[in-house]
């Protein structure tokens, strides 16, 4: 059974990158009917899509982060990863890890358990 | 792009039907069949309940049903039972930015 498992520092200073690497057990991250993508969620408020990553590297991104966010895949590790630079108090959230359907509008099917990152220094 | 509008909290009686309804524009839920819907506990990642406006995903009960019209989907649950107490998201998918959007979440309490 495939699971995604989330890794990566708990509290990030402000205006430093925070870096988050998934790790796809029990399938391939080279499987062509799928995507890998970053959700967050602050605490006590709703989801928010930050993007997504095919295995060939090909990456999109939600128009309000672009800037700030990259999404990178690592077949050989069966790992992908995200990085969000310039951070502030208001990137503290639940970020979880997904996997996406390929077709059907990037519904996610599959979710890690989510890690929480503080920004505070 | 703004969040897809939910309702804050629905609620209802064991056995009843409730509805969410989930707002959006022509360029996300109008433009398209791809709306999916997630129910999350507290503490716990978010689950998928309907893909593609009304598809169900295995092991999901058939009491979710979803559907559509214009800029506006639905979440019809049906026997409402106390383990149907959770937030629910939808989502849709922007094709013309290429991008995810949710909503910003319905309470649904279990009377």
């Known amino acids: 059974q495939l699971q995604l498992q989330e890794s990566g520092p708990g509290l990030v200073k402000p205006s430093e990158t925070l870096s988050l690497t998934c790790t796809v057990s029990?399938?391939?991250?080279?499987?062509?009917?799928?995507?890998w993508g970053w959700i967050r969620q602050p605490p006590g408020k709703g989801l928010e899509w930050i993007g997504n990553?095919?295995?060939?590297?090909?990456?999109y991104y939600n128009p309000s982060l672009k800037s700030r966010v990259t999404i990178s895949v690592d077949t050989s590790k069966n790992q992908f990863s995200l990085n969000l630079s310039s951070v502030a108090a208001a990137d503290t959230a639940v970020y979880y890890c997904?996997?996406?359907?390929?077709?059907?509008?990037?519904?996610?099917?599959?979710w890690g358990q989510g890690t929480l990152v503080t920004v505070s220094s | 792009q703004s969040a897809l509008t939910q309702p804050a909290s629905v609620s209802g009686s064991p056995g009843q039907s409730i509805t969410i309804s989930c707002t959006g524009t022509?360029?996300?839920?109008?433009?398209?069949?791809?709306v999916s819907w997630y129910q999350q506990h507290p503490g716990k990642a978010p689950k998928l309940m309907i893909y593609?406006?009304?598809q169900w995903p295995s092991g999901v009960s058939n009491r979710f049903s979803g559907s559509k019209s214009g800029n506006t989907a639905s979440l019809t649950i049906s026997g409402l039972q106390a383990e149907d107490e959770a937030d629910y998201y939808c989502?849709?998918?922007?094709?013309?930015?290429?991008?995810?959007?949710f909503g910003g979440g319905t309470k649904v309490t279990v009377l």
């Open positions: 997904a996997r996406h359907f390929r077709s059907g509008g990037w519904f996610v099917q599959q």
């Open positions: 029990g399938g391939s991250i080279s499987n062509s009917s799928y995507y």
């Open positions: 990553v095919y295995y060939s590297g090909n990456s």
């Open positions: 022509s360029s996300d839920i109008g433009s398209n069949n791809l």
């Open positions: 593609e406006v009304s």
């Open positions: 989502s849709s998918y922007a094709g013309s930015s290429t991008y995810v959007i």
